[in-house]
């Protein structure tokens, strides 16, 4: 390679990487705004507990989180360093997939701009959401998949079998991208992959990286495949799954980007030089029609988008190349100024920047709850903290904290040390399966439950305290309102433990 080639690469390296240290710090510098959403004090909490699997998903995630409060403490920076850092990993790998279709420096980037303003991929990058670890997963699979396409190295297949062993381990909709694999060779001609050891081996790879959270699923009796069923069944009951169709043009991927994966499809599928990859298109199309026809939430499919993409960057540099130089810089610039009015759009739906209260943050709070799920965790901790407090000591050793949801006994865990609160329990999710504590409580203070089902299992129960926050935000957390102390048990607490599992 000649030494000017040398430069091109480590310029072409430079621009995807200083992209990625900007994507970065924005997210370093705008996600510790509000607090812990309901679902990052679960993955918090898992953290401390770590296992090779829970009821919610498998291990990786906790396991990171982990890594990163061990490293630099508990705040919202650390624990979503590793989000971040997946978000900006994801965005060069997607310029890098760009590079091997053929694009060129401006292509490049446009592939991983695009791709790293996916409302889906912003708001994962800002939250210790699993995820976020699922979307570079999948991209990296899409990059090593074109590599072995281009290459003709099935040697690649090893790394592609790892990555889905790490996607397993991460978020069990890995199997669905692996489904779209699987029906990419059936339907073209990377069937003669079928023959290779390599293949095989990459199978027997993932199974092998899988295999711990296999064997805690098995000592469990598969409890995940429960709560997944269950979960869906709650998310089609309520109307979750309705949008599916729509959310595909504006979540999943940035609405800027709508032309270039329609222009990805079109590469794959329609082009000469797309041929050798129409692997790809069809693993897309396979995913996504397996989550229309079996109803599940849009933003499953998010993770396939980049793959388009970066074929899409190769089609608009086509594009660029067939008009006049004038021609070229004005089309250009009319496709930067709409990625750069997606992006705006993006960030202000995604990113935790909008003081509570404002119209921005109300606005959001009306499309999803990532920003209002993260308010008022601090005053139900200090709210319960002072309830304790007030008791006497003789009773403090008999007192147990209940939650009605597993978020709720999270947070009171991660945080009640402060006001040396017992270890909360909840029926729900993993928290069911960690039970009910040793020794048995016989006063229990009680947050997020009804009073009707309170009464079914506790006696001499009085309102004590509200989860209502300051802020008047209205979010789960204050779903019912009211902090029971209650007195008695009427049953064993064996018996209770049965009744109140349930999944959320």
Not at 266 to 290: Q, S
Not at 415 to 429: D, E, M, R, V
Not at 489 to 499: A, C, G, H, L, S
Request: glycine share 8%.
């Amino acid at each position: 390679m000649k030494r000017t080639q040398y430069a091109h690469f480590f310029t072409d390296n430079n621009a995807l990487l200083l992209l990625a240290l900007a994507l970065f710090l924005l997210h370093m510098f705008t996600n510790h705004r509000y607090g812990f959403h309901q679902d990052e004090m679960v993955a918090v909490d898992n953290a401390y507990n770590l296992d090779w699997g829970y009821v919610e998903y498998p291990p990786i995630a906790p396991f990171l989180t982990r890594i990163s409060i061990g490293l630099f403490g508990l705040s919202l920076v650390s624990a979503r360093m590793f989000a971040a850092l997946a978000h900006s990993i994801a965005l060069v790998l997607a310029g890098l997939m760009a590079r091997e279709l053929g694009a060129k420096r401006p292509a490049q980037v446009l592939a991983a701009v695009a791709t790293a303003i996916a409302p889906v991929a912003l708001v994962q990058g800002a939250t210790v959401m699993y995820g976020t670890f699922d979307f570079l997963w999948s991209v990296m699979i899409a990059c090593f998949i074109i590599r072995l396409l281009k290459s003709e190295n099935p040697r690649w297949w090893l790394a592609i079998g790892a990555t889905i062993g790490l996607g397993m381990m991460t978020k069990y909709t890995m199997a669905f991208f692996a489904a779209g694999i699987v029906g990419g060779v059936l339907l073209t001609d990377a069937r003669r992959w079928l023959k290779s050891p390599w293949l095989w081996g990459g199978v027997g790879l993932s199974l092998l990286v899988f295999l711990p959270n296999i064997i805690w699923q098995i000592q469990r009796d598969f409890i995940s495949l429960d709560f997944l069923q269950s979960i869906h069944e709650r998310d089609v009951e309520i109307g979750r799954a309705e949008g599916y169709l729509l959310e595909q043009l504006v979540f999943c991927a940035n609405i800027a980007a709508i032309p270039l994966w329609i222009a990805g499809l079109y590469f794959y599928f329609f082009r000469e030089d797309g041929k050798r990859y129409r692997m790809l298109g069809w693993m897309f199309i396979v995913v996504f029609l397996l989550y229309l026809i079996g109803q599940g939430r849009s933003y499953y499919q998010a993770p396939a988008y980049p793959m388009l993409i970066a074929a899409g960057a190769v089609v608009w540099q086509g594009w660029l190349e067939k008009k006049s130089e004038r021609g070229a810089r004005s089309a250009a610039r009319g496709t930067w100024i709409a990625v750069a009015c997606g992006a705006v759009f993006a960030g202000m739906l995604t990113l935790p920047i909008a003081p509570i209260n404002s119209f921005v943050f109300n606005m959001v709070g009306e499309i999803h709850d990532v920003f209002t799920e993260q308010i008022g965790w601090d005053e139900m901790i200090k709210e319960v903290g002072d309830i304790y407090a007030a008791l006497p000591d003789e009773e403090k050793a008999r007192v147990g904290i209940l939650t009605g949801e597993n978020d709720e006994a999270a947070a009171l865990n991660i945080y009640g040390g402060q006001y040396g609160l017992p270890k909360a329990i909840s029926g729900s999710n993993t928290f069911w399966l960690r039970g009910y504590g040793n020794p048995l409580p016989e006063i229990l203070i009680v947050v997020g439950f009804e009073r009707q089902y309170i009464d079914m299992f506790l006696d001499q129960c009085a309102v004590e305290g509200t989860t209502v926050n300051s802020y008047g935000v209205d979010n789960d957390l204050a779903d019912p309102p009211e902090i029971y102390l209650c007195r008695k048990v009427r049953y064993p607490w064996n018996q209770i433990w049965e009744k109140m599992k349930h999944y959320s």
